[in-house]
């Protein structure tokens, strides 16, 4: 792991962190979801940095964080699947597929890709704001707590808390 990794990945920790936290506390969605979104944003420039050079400047990468992560070389396999607790890695890959749309749900809720969609910091849409993030029901905080967002929470935990382990794949 190189330094700028470093700086990312602790940024990254920081703000699961405060997830977990609040999560744990009943904090409003709006406030959960904010620092979710922020936690694969920070962890996804993390791993790009593996390079040495930066990635975009803007708030989406975990996504294809995800992607890359489904197309590491062979001898990277075994392991990322023990990481993660897949048994195989076409399990992991097909995993990936069922999740990219979630993923993509979740990244989406920065204010700089949300449009005039639902996302935790301002009412929307912009112009008639039907009410504020923080009584606001996100559809996608549902779907974070059954099947398929369970299983994506899970692998964001793991992502952040274990970054070091697959930073260089």
Known sequence: ???????????????????????????????????????TEK?????????????PRNHSG??????????VRRLDQERLCRLLKFSRFTDFENWIRTALPLAYDLEHLSPNLANDGPNPEYPWPHHEPANAPATHDFAIWRELEHGRGRDL??????LVERFPEYADT
């Open 43 to 55: 962890i996804a420039k993390a791993y790009f940095w593996r390079s040495g050079s930066p990635p």
């Open 62 to 71: 975990f996504v294809q964080c995800l992607r890359f992560l489904g197309q």
């Open 153 to 158: 929470m899970r692998v964001i935990g793991t």
């Open 1 to 39: 792991m190189n330094v700028y990794q470093e700086h990312w990945w602790n940024q990254a920790k920081s703000d699961y962190e405060a997830f977990a936290f609040l999560r744990r506390e009943g904090a409003r969605q709006c406030h959960c979801l904010h620092y979710l979104q922020m936690a």
